[in-house]
Each structure stands twice: as C-alpha cells, then as structure tokens.
C-alpha cells in the first residue's frame, strides 16, 4: 500500500461501513475461543491501528507492521502499544512461541510467501493458542479495488485451506463473511469486467445515510457469525489452534 492509502485508510477505518462490519464479524468469532485472563495477543500487520482497539479486549497487545507511514500512525494512535516494524514471513520481531493469539486480519494477500507467512505465524503461537486470519476470497471477483489495495490474490476457498492443513495447525474454524452484500460487489465486479470500466475507489467514504445503512446491515453479520458458518461471502475467516 502507499502513503495516501494508510492517511486514507487511517481517517475513516473507525466509521467506514467494511471497517465497521469487519471488526463485528472478527468480534464475533473470537467469542468463540477461551484466552486466559493475562493473554498475549499479537497483530501481525496493523496497518494504522484501526483493529488494536477492539484486540485490547481480548489481553495485553503488541503489533508489528512494514510500512514505515503505518507505524507512525499506529503508534501516535496506540502509545500503550508495543509496535514494531517487521514483516511476514522473516521479519518477525517478537520471540516464538510467545502468543496465546496472533491475528493476521487481511494481511497474507500482500504477500508473495504465504505459505511461508502462514507458517511464521504459527510459530509465532504459544503451543495451545490461536492464530485468526482473514483474507479475501472468490479470485474471479479480481479487479481495481483489489490492484489499488497491491493484493497479489484473491483466494479460492480450496486453496486457503490448502495452506492452513499442516501438521502443527488445528482448525477450529472455517467460515465466510461479508455475505449479505455479496450481491453488490458481484454485480460492480461484472460490470468492471463486462464494460472494460473503473467504476472508482469503493474505500472512500459513501454518503453518510449510506455508510450507516451499509454498517448495519454487514454489521450483522457479527451476530450470525456466533451461531452459524455462512455459506459464502467476499471473505474467509479461519481460527486455528497451534497443537504439538
């Protein structure tokens, strides 16, 4: 990502209606594990912080990103924070073994590596703890939005789970999201695609009744996801239980 992308990205996370569904839905899933009350969470590329806020609630947070403009933010916004810089897979500046959760909320569609990303973080996951990923999925939906975020992929539903069946990972989770308005964004893609068209930048604000309406209703998701595994989505979230 570039500079105006984290600035972007930092001046409307807290209100923009994916920003919001998002967190719900990641809220939603981790309900679903049990963290000790002193737990070690770690998030593996923070971007500018929108996540850390909700992550304080599950135990004492620490986080690294790559982008120096990230950092920056992050850490003006989270100065109880311990936020490094480093990257998956290589860079990592935190011990192994030293998580009871580490969260990789779309982050290993950046990299070249996953694999080798998915493995780091694990390592990175005391034995017992949980690493929470989220990703974008339906490759066939590749288009602008995807080129200005620098993804590298989309992921079929197949080939994520191909990454994460190793012997020290454990899924406890497999799931979609972002799935009640799944219809908009396949129509915008076709249209993208049909039309040879730049329909625009779907990460700036919308207009606020909008934005609230939009919220909401991905918003609700966060609920489902508590009771039931959506059958489809523009999303994947995967929990994972690092086993010896």
Request: net charge negative; charged share 20%.
């Amino acid at each position: 990502m570039e500079t105006d992308a984290y600035h972007l990205m930092a001046s409307h996370e807290a209100i923009h209606w994916w920003f919001v569904g998002r967190r719900a839905v990641i809220n939603g899933v981790l309900d679903s594990i049990q963290l000790p009350p002193d737990a070690r969470v770690l998030e593996a590329g923070c971007g500018t912080g929108g996540n850390l806020y909700h992550l304080k609630r599950r135990g004492q947070v620490s986080a690294f990103e790559p982008h120096p403009d990230g950092i920056e933010i992050a850490r003006a916004r989270h100065p109880d924070v311990a936020i490094e810089s480093g990257s998956l897979p290589d860079l990592l500046p935190f011990d192994e073994g030293s998580f009871d959760l580490v969260a990789a909320l779309d982050v290993l569609e950046h990299i070249e590596d996953d694999a080798g990303a998915f493995a780091a973080l694990m390592r990175l996951v005391k034995p017992g703890g949980y690493v929470v990923i989220t990703v974008p999925t339906h490759p066939f939906l590749w288009g602008s939005h995807d080129r200005r975020l620098h993804h590298i992929r989309r992921y079929s539903v197949d080939g994520l789970r191909r990454i994460c069946q190793v012997p020290n990972a454990e899924i406890l989770y497999f799931g979609a999201f972002n799935t009640l308005l799944a219809p908009i964004a396949f129509a915008v893609r076709l249209a993208e695609k049909l039309f040879s068209v730049n329909i625009g930048n779907q990460e700036r604000m919308p207009a606020p009744w909008v934005n609230r309406v939009l919220a909401t209703i991905f918003g609700f998701e966060g609920r489902l996801v508590r009771h039931v595994h959506l059958p489809f989505g523009l999303s994947q979230a995967v929990i994972l239980r690092r086993v010896e």
